[in-house]
């Protein structure tokens, strides 16, 4: 999902206070307040509707029961109609249905509409692109184009409602949108980023969530937000790293805990690279927007007149070398790289690569900033320049080979 840009550190501060309120109403109410599920009194009574609709929506339909003789005679056209509810479904807009309604008129395009519905209930075979994008002329409106899909399946679609959800996807600092932009690929995208939240709130334990649990999350989410003011993101000031030049580390132990590039030295049985380059993309991408967001914080403090803009994330330009680019007060660039660490006793560990020390010599202003627990909302960061990088500190961790052959 890489076309996911939401922060997770803005998410996570407002989970953690939307958990709070949570939790204090399930107090209220006599529950034990641990909001560990969405299978409690306060989330269920808001959002558990949605799976009422679901199953209304799908006993009116009776899909499975359709044969292909049914398109043209008006008969599907009319179920699904009435599958969207009426006023009191507020997954859809109930205006849609007027121009479902006008479909009635035209026998031609009752005919049109019925086989597609039909194709998205019944034949595999074509595409669901195909059939969303033909829909959107006869419904119009993205929420009620994107309800029959989750009538079909809710384990892999969920409705949308543009301007709510552009609201939450604006909090937590994605850039994504959702109106003025029905289509088929801005609706994955959409799943998408709700697919990545449902993960997300299992990595932050919460038990067995489903797609409409994550969907219901970012919906309560925005209505929370609205009445609730949130804490706000604490920056961490990076300060300078204090280096003992006078000490030399050993060299790495294979039977030590920790491995040079910082990482958790695990057997083979137990580690899996798959999960662990995923990780790595996590905390580094977790620990590019804490420097970021610090280094404008600096800028700020400096009087610089636009710090937003002389600071630029260029991590994804992996030939440049280094991961942002900022300034100095005077308008000299500043070249930072940007790792994630682990402390060791009386060293920290991280990997560089050869061309990243190949650009710190011909970049005269090349900064590392090492940051400690990107993940949590109280990372510590420090910086030192590049010219205090001993040579000595640095350890081989992998080889380039070139083998003369004969042939092959």
Request: aromatic share 12%; hydrophobic share 35%; proline share 5%.
């Amino acid at each position: 999902m890489d076309d996911v840009d939401i922060d997770p550190r803005i998410l996570r501060n407002i989970f953690e206070d939307f958990k709070r309120s949570i939790e204090k109403e399930m107090e209220n109410n006599g529950e034990i307040p641990d909001f560990s599920s969405f299978s409690n009194i306060i989330t269920s009574s808001e959002e558990g509707y949605k799976t009422v609709v679901f199953g209304k929506g799908q006993t009116i339909l009776q899909f499975m029961d359709w044969k292909e003789d049914l398109i043209g005679t008006g008969y599907i056209l009319d179920v699904f109609i009435k599958s969207y509810g009426g006023k009191d479904n507020n997954l859809v807009d109930w205006r849609s249905l007027n121009e479902l309604n006008k479909v009635k008129n035209s026998k031609t395009k009752t005919e049109k509409v019925e086989r597609l519905v039909f194709n998205l209930y019944k034949n595999r075979n074509v595409p669901p692109a195909q059939i969303f994008d033909s829909l959107k002329p006869f419904i119009k409106r993205y929420d009620a184009v994107a309800y029959p899909f989750f009538l079909k399946d809710m384990n892999q679609y969920v409705p949308v409602k543009p301007q709510h959800f552009d609201k939450f996807f604006k909090k937590v600092g994605s850039n994504f949108r959702t109106w003025g932009r029905c289509s088929w690929e801005n609706y994955q995208q959409y799943l998408n980023h709700i697919k990545w939240i449902k993960n997300w709130l299992e990595d932050e334990g919460i038990d067995k969530v489903s797609l409409i649990d994550a969907h219901s999350f970012c919906w309560m989410a925005v209505n929370w937000l609205e009445a609730h003011p949130f804490t706000p993101l604490s920056l961490p000031v990076s300060k300078k790293l204090n280096i003992d030049s006078s000490r030399i580390p050993e060299v790495q132990n294979k039977n030590e805990k920790f491995n040079s590039d910082g990482s958790e030295n695990k057997s083979d049985d137990e580690f899996d690279p798959a999960d662990w380059d995923k990780r790595k993309r996590e905390l580094g991408n977790a620990a590019e927007k804490w420097v970021e967001d610090s280094e404008i914080e600096r800028l700020r403090k400096l009087g610089h007149p636009n710090p937003k803009k002389a600071v630029k994330n260029v991590s994804r330009e992996r030939r440049l070398g280094y991961d942002i680019k900022s300034c100095e007060k005077d308008g000299t660039p500043r070249y930072i790289e940007v790792k994630t660490i682990q402390r060791r006793r009386e060293f920290i560990t991280f990997h560089i690569s050869k061309n990243e020390l190949l650009q710190a010599k011909f970049l005269q202003n090349y900064w590392i900033y090492c940051v400690l627990n990107p993940d949590s909302n109280t990372p510590e960061v420090r910086h030192f320049h590049i010219r205090d990088l001993n040579e000595e500190w640095l350890s081989p961790t992998s080889f380039f080979a070139k083998v003369p052959i004969k042939d092959f």
